[in-house]
């Protein structure tokens, strides 16, 4: 990647610290006087210092983190004050970039007047105006009136059409800052706490962990093993690897993968490398993608609307141009062949009027309404689903879930609650139970796995004595990143980090009656290995307190892996004894089969080096490896975790599947809390336990294929089965490698098509299976039209599966790396969001279709009675100017209640929408062509007949031509809000205010167009009588759509047509 010039650019190689980083402008860096400066350094100092390679002048100053925090009065342990936020905002900038201007409301306007249709009518208008002036010679002529409507008319159409986008447009930012808006833990006065990205200051103290996207420039002062992805600004996609050493640089912008530390904010806002860049492609002008521009994105849809236009806008051109040389050909032979008249230059304004007539009709045949209905809805849809816990990332990920054909769940947060309890503890032998638990005082006390000597239930666990609940006190406390805090003010706790590290806290709090923060401030950590999906387990390495120069390792995981890794277990007085296998196999069942998230504490006493022991964290060369530390652990205890299915997840997952997608669950618990969790969500059938292994149902762990195989022996037994072919399919992540992975690591295709339509749930799922069921799914063949699936995810390594997937899902709590990669965002994390994106979906493409139903029956109907007229008349019954209203009310006014109806939960009684099937289905074509078969016979009779039956003139008839025409179509836009045959159409009308408050303008801006439009409009007041006949036949469409609903769709038609 080349950056723009003038742009700063940094070239990285892996290990480096600092990236060497060009300057925008050449600047001589003076000596600074940090005893003079009130902060001892300013935002210049510390700009100029980030974009040096060696930290410029000031590394001469403050040579590192600590010297640097000292003058920025910042403490490295507790944060700064809190009391100076506003001094540091004056002194160093706030962390807020100016966005980029919006559109200006002129600039819209100018867009809308670049329709070539309407360049053509202001131009026949502008010219209609002056021949009248010429010809009329100042006399007071009065057909100059048509020309100046023509022309107001256009205006009041591209207002309408600016109006609208502009309130797009602003609807577009206002989601786009909430979206931009994300919370940074922090250390301030030495408590823990989330704040708003935007309220970062220069010397804060930011947690940094895997996951996190920088929001700020700043220094690394303490961390392990992280890796930082800088490649938005160096191009390069190998990682970077960041010591806490001197002054180490971190950029905002940068995504961490790995590890876990704190960082000192330096540079924030314009000042920071993020925005400097920011500022400086805005100032050079170079085009830069805003980050609203993905809420503007033309989508799918929008894209074959345009196509549909463009093949009804072919007709209309047809239809514009048969009636033009109709009128022409007409006028022409009367005139100089019947007449034998001389040229006058008034024919000329007559053949302008037949001109602009057939601009017309093109106009309204060019339904430019039909992209901006799927604007109006998807805007609209957009700004509604916050309200229902969406935050819509990417425009088009709305009208995609219209066609989603499966979900792909998380179980953690999604079907459940995330409120982890600990409710049982193994520890010494015995099963203990946590009655301080909400959720998990119901839960059967299990008993009667002499393997593990364990003849009865160990009773409460504040009867767990010492040295066992110390050692389970230390573990919990230390080899933890999560914290819990008190507000002040509300007194309530808050939690801050991963929810199953809260729980343990929680359970330290309320059953140990231990205090996690003494714990910690009492030990010095001395390195921690961070939790991955891979291995499955966290590390923390602490030192001896008696200074023995023996350290203690202590190993939190999944409880089938890290159980494999320990050779012994620690008893109740504090002595160990050897773990046997039989032991192994007997502990997890001892859980019973109730749906807990299990977890393996463990430990093991580490020599250290003596010099580095006491000057803290040298380890011998052997140890430096996680990896190498776990061998022959001490298992400490396992705990059982519940977090509750969220209660109204069991009905939402029914509505999905009454809609036709399959829900999957996705989860890195083992088979056994997945299964459980599964039949109680609906997505598995309600079975009971069996003691058979066999059937559809195996067992499969990661680790080792030893420690596969013996995991599998521990879970076997006491694990539901389903038998036969056809029935539901659960299994584990390695397993499903095992089958649709070939040796090379490429898909086997045949294999993935098999096994894909089979299974439900997936344990021991890795962000790589999410990944490999994207790509399966997308080169599946198995049907005409592949699936649609949305995938959830919250960590780091789903990011790529959640970038492919047709719908990403990231959860709000989720790494922030995951939510940039996500399409939509649940701010609750529930699955029952997910519904309400797939309702919304659907009401986007029935809104779409809704319009067609209305639209189309409008252009059929406007310009075969324009051209029949213009052949059979020699001219058109409708003007141009009524035609120009009829549009505005077909496009702009028309979409605008269309588009806006929230969904029924009647939308998911149908199956899931064809990407590529057309838009119009047979039941809209079928309602398509009955009403406009109506309207072309009420049309005939009035335009051939209508002079007889009222005992009128033409103009007093052709008013009530149009006025029965324009309710007509009103009552079909009330018909129109039902596309799929349903009973009441009138059923929710009054509910929907917008569409009531569109449909009385229109119909009253009609009566004062019929009884004052006058010579503008070219109509004539109409009596009583005649107001109810119009109006009459325009109810007679209300009674048409009862008679077309027990007709068939146009399935035949429909294929023809397409």
Request: glycine share 8%.
């Amino acid at each position: 990647m080349i950056p723009p010039q003038g742009i700063p650019s940094i070239a990285a190689g892996r290990g480096r610290c600092r990236p060497a980083l060009a300057r925008a402008t050449t600047t001589t860096v003076a000596k600074i006087d940090i005893a003079s400066r009130a902060f001892g350094v300013d935002a210049d100092d510390l700009k100029r210092m980030m974009e040096s390679p060696d930290g410029g002048a000031i590394s001469r100053e403050v040579p590192d983190a600590r010297a640097l925090a000292t003058a920025l009065r910042t403490d490295l342990v507790d944060g700064i004050a809190g009391g100076d936020l506003e001094e540091r905002r004056k002194v160093f900038g706030s962390n807020r970039v100016a966005p980029r201007a919006p559109v200006a409301f002129l600039d819209l306007v100018w867009e809308a007047l670049q329709d070539f249709t309407l360049l053509v009518l202001i131009a026949s208008g502008l010219l209609s105006l002056s021949l009248e002036a010429g010809l009329a010679g100042g006399g007071g002529g009065g057909n100059w009136i048509e020309g100046a409507a023509i022309l107001a008319s256009v205006c009041v159409v591209v207002a309408v059409t600016a109006v609208t986008n502009y309130q797009k447009e602003s609807k577009f930012r206002e989601l786009n800052a909430l979206k931009d808006d994300v919370k940074v833990r922090t250390i301030r006065e030495g408590v823990e706490q989330e704040v708003s990205s935007f309220d970062l200051v220069v010397g804060d103290l930011v947690i940094v962990e895997a996951g996190d996207i920088l929001e700020a420039d700043g220094v690394l002062f303490q961390g392990d093993e992280i890796k930082v992805d800088e490649s938005h600004l160096t191009g390069e996609s190998d990682d970077v690897v960041k010591t806490p050493e001197e002054l180490c640089l971190m950029y905002s912008g940068s995504k961490v993968m790995q590890g876990y530390g704190q960082m000192l904010v330096v540079a924030v806002g314009p000042n920071s490398q993020q925005g400097l860049i920011s500022t400086l492609v805005s100032g050079t002008g170079v085009q830069e993608r805003s980050p609203e521009d993905s809420l503007r994105d033309t989508t799918v849809l929008t894209q074959k609307l345009e196509r549909l236009a463009k093949q009804i806008g072919n007709f209309g051109v047809l239809a514009a141009g048969v009636t033009l040389i109709a009128l022409v050909s007409h006028f022409s032979w009367d005139t100089f062949v019947v007449n034998a008249e001389p040229w006058d230059w008034e024919f000329l304004e007559t053949y302008l009027h037949y001109l602009t007539t057939s601009i017309t009709i093109l106009v309204v045949a060019v339904p430019e309404g039909l992209p901006l209905a799927v604007t109006l809805a998807l805007a609209f849809s957009v700004q509604r689903m916050m309200a229902d816990n969406n935050l819509v990332r990417h425009l088009d990920a709305c009208e995609t879930m219209a066609c989603a054909t499966t979900v792909c769940s998380d179980k953690t947060g999604t079907l459940t609650l995330n409120d982890m309890r600990v409710v049982r503890l193994w520890a010494g032998g015995r099963l203990y139970r946590v009655s301080a638990s909400q959720h998990g005082s119901d839960l059967a006390s299990s008993s009667g796995h002499g393997a593990m000597d364990i003849d009865h239930v160990g009773g409460h666990v504040s009867g767990l004595l010492p040295p066992l609940s110390t050692m389970l006190t230390e573990s919990i406390a230390i080899n933890s990143t999560a914290c819990m805090e008190v507000d002040g003010e509300t007194g309530e706790v808050e939690l801050l980090g991963n929810r199953t590290e809260c729980g343990l806290l929680k359970f330290l709090g309320e059953d140990l009656r231990a205090d996690y923060k003494g714990v910690r401030e009492s030990k010095r950590v001395l390195r921690t290995w961070p939790f991955s999906s891979d291995r499955k387990r966290m590390a923390t390495l602490v030192a001896d307190d008696n200074g023995t120069g023996v350290g203690i390792y202590h190993v939190k995981g999944a409880a089938e892996i890290v159980l494999e890794l320990c050779t012994r277990q620690i008893c109740e007085d504090g002595s160990r004894t050897e773990l046997t296998e039989e032991s192994k196999l007997s502990m997890l069942p001892a859980f019973g089969n109730s749906g807990l998230r299990l977890l393996c504490l463990a430990f093991k006493e580490v020599p250290l080096e003596s010099e580095g022991a006491t000057a803290g964290g040298s380890l011998p060369g052997d140890c430096q490896a996680s990896d190498q530390l776990d061998r022959d652990l001490v298992l400490l205890g396992i705990v059982g975790l519940q977090d509750p299915v969220r209660p109204e997840v069991p009905r939402a997952i029914e509505q999905c599947q009454r809609a036709g997608v399959a829900v999957k669950m996705l989860t890195g618990d083992n088979a056994a809390t997945a299964s459980a969790i599964a039949q109680e969500c609906g997505i598995l059938p309600q079975l009971e336990p069996t003691a058979s292994s066999s059937g559809d149902f195996r067992v499969a762990s990661d680790g080792t294929e030893e420690a596969s195989s013996r995991a599998a022996g521990a879970l076997e037994g006491w694990m539901p089965s389903w038998n036969g072919s056809k029935g539901p399919l659960v299994l584990e992540g390695p397993q499903f490698r095992t089958q649709v992975l070939r040796e090379d690591g490429t898909l086997n295709q045949e294999a993935f098509d098999e096994l894909w339509p089979k299974f439900r749930v997936m344990a021991r799922c890795s962000p790589l299976d999410k990944y490999t069921i994207i790509q399966g799914v997308h080169a599946s063949r198995l049907k005409k039209g592949r699936e649609i699936v949305a995938m959830t995810g919250d960590g780091t390594n789903d990011a790529p599966a959640l970038r492919i997937a047709d719908v990403g899902f990231a959860m709000a709590s989720g790494t922030p790396i995951a939510r940039e990669a996500s399409d939509i965002l649940l701010l609750d994390d529930s699955f029952t969001s997910i519904v309400s994106a797939l309702k919304w979906g659907r009401n986007v493409y029935a809104s779409v279709s809704k319009f067609l139903q209305f639209q189309l029956t409008v252009n059929v109907v406007a310009v075969l009675t324009a051209c029949a007229g213009a052949l059979w008349l020699k001219e058109s019954p409708l003007s141009a100017v009524q035609m120009l209203w009829v549009n505005l009310i077909m496009d702009s006014l028309a979409s605008l209640s269309l588009a806006t109806e929230a969904p029924k939960d009647d939308v998911l009684d149908s199956v899931p929408y064809d990407p590529l099937a057309s838009l119009v289905t047979p039941t809209v074509l079928r309602n398509i062509v009955g009403q406009s078969a109506y309207q072309l016979l009420v049309m005939y009779i009035l335009v051939f007949h209508g002079s007889a039956i009222f005992q009128v003139d033409q103009a007093h008839e052709f008013t009530i031509v149009f006025n029965a025409f324009v309710f007509m179509q009103l009552f079909n836009q009330v018909n129109s809000r039902k596309i799929h045959d349903e009973g009441n159409v009138l059923e929710g009308l009054l509910g929907n205010k917008l569409f009531c408050g569109i449909l009385g303008l229109e119909a009253a801006a009609q009566v004062l167009i019929v009884q004052l439009g006058g010579a503008a409009f070219q109509t004539t007041p109409l009596t009583l009588t005649e107001w109810e006949v119009c109006v009459g036949l325009g109810a007679l469409s209300l009674p048409v759509r009862e008679v077309l609903r027990r007709i068939r769709p146009f399935e035949k038609l429909k294929e023809v047509v397409d």
